[in-house]
T-cell receptor
């Protein structure tokens, strides 16, 4: 597709349930990012992949959060034993590095996770 | 720690009433400052990248400028369709650090 695609768009999970959020980046984009956006706030960095390598996972809030990108394209963000504080919009972005810089990151529509 | 602060939090404008949004940042070695527009229920949409003090970029009714400590997004003669949240972000290493955004509402 032409843009970054995320699924599902909305997810309601019961507390303690595991969830998996999917991201299809723009074809050919090497870099992939996951961000978490709370209501009324800007996106907060979670993790970064370059191809299939996860180079930075410093923003993941706890060991319940896990991300993978096994073939360097589609990525999945998994949250185990969801808690109410995990409720947020999860955004995926991809970009094409230009030398040591990243060009502008293109964002998907996000997945709104509500934990009840 | 690098920080990005946007002001005001919210801005209500009459159609045609020009105004400016502010983004101040503290970062050592700015590698790029980005402006995004975000509509409700959607992901951020890229607007501009600025790399050095004195740089300016324009797109329709929007103009972004950059100094050593802050960036401004000027909205000239806004229309209702310019209503959105405008996010500023600084690039350090490979990741973006965002401000909380300014929500702009333009009334007809």
């Amino acid at each position: 597709g032409a843009g970054v695609s995320q699924s599902p768009r909305y997810k309601v999970a019961k507390r303690g349930q595991d969830v998996a959020l999917r991201c299809d980046p723009i074809s050919g984009h090497v870099s992939l990012f996951w961000y978490q956006q709370a209501l009324g706030q800007g996106p907060e960095f979670l993790t970064y992949f370059q191809n299939e390598a996860q180079l930075d996972k410093s923003g993941l809030p706890s060991d319940r959060f896990f991300a993978e990108r096994p073939e360097g394209s589609v990525s999945t963000l998994k949250i185990q034993r969801t808690q109410q504080e995990d409720s947020a919009v999860y955004l995926c972005a991809s970009s094409l590095p230009k030398g040591t810089l990243n060009t502008e990151a293109f964002f998907g529509q996000g997945t709104r996770l509500t934990v009840v | 720690e690098d920080q990005v602060t946007q002001s005001p939090e919210a801005l209500r404008l009459q159609e045609g009433e020009s105004s400016s949004l502010n983004c101040s940042y503290t970062v050592s070695g700015l590698r790029g400052l980005f402006w995004y527009r975000q509509d409700p229920g959607k992901g951020p949409e890229f607007l501009f990248t600025l790399y050095s003090a004195g740089e300016e970029k324009e797109k329709e009714r929007l103009k972004a400028t950059l100094t050593k400590k802050e960036s401004f997004l000027h909205i000239t003669a806004p229309k209702p369709e310019d209503s959105a949240t405008y996010l500023c972000a600084v690039l350090y290493d490979y990741k973006l650090s965002f401000g909380a955004g300014t929500t702009v509402t333009v009334r007809a």
